[in-house]
């Protein structure tokens, strides 16, 4: 049974940092790319980062060069560094585990992170 639990959300002044974690259990983590997706309050789920099974990575516009998203395969974990963080940046934080050639994918249960300016 393939299970994702996210941590570390919280609250968060704008400027400071958070770090998520996501850790995975019931899948060989180290063939699946990782992604957070971020869900603000009355608005859709937004992709904001992945990291793909040879650790490439890709971010949205609106974090690129202040969050860092990193996995360490022995750990089954997956990581968002988020640095000079926004009120904007208040969503429910979602870990995403995708294998598209076998159609996999899994999704955590969210982690809250608020932002006050």
């Known amino acids: 049974q393939v299970q994702l639990v996210e941590s570390g959300g919280g609250s968060a002044q704008a400027g400071g940092s958070l770090r998520l974690s996501c850790v995975a259990s019931g899948m060989f983590f180290s063939k699946f790319s990782m992604r957070w997706y971020r869900q603000p309050p009355g608005k859709q789920r937004e992709l904001v980062a992945a990291i793909h099974s040879n650790s490439t990575t890709d971010y949205s516009d609106s974090v690129k060069d202040r969050f860092t998203i990193s996995r360490d395969n022995a750990k089954n974990t997956v990581y968002l560094q988020m640095n000079s963080l926004k009120p904007e940046d208040t969503a429910v934080y979602y870990c995403?585990?995708?294998?598209?050639?076998?159609?996999?994918?899994?999704w955590g249960q969210g982690t809250q992170v608020t932002v006050s300016s």
């Open positions: 995403n585990a995708l294998y598209r050639t076998y159609h996999l994918d899994f």
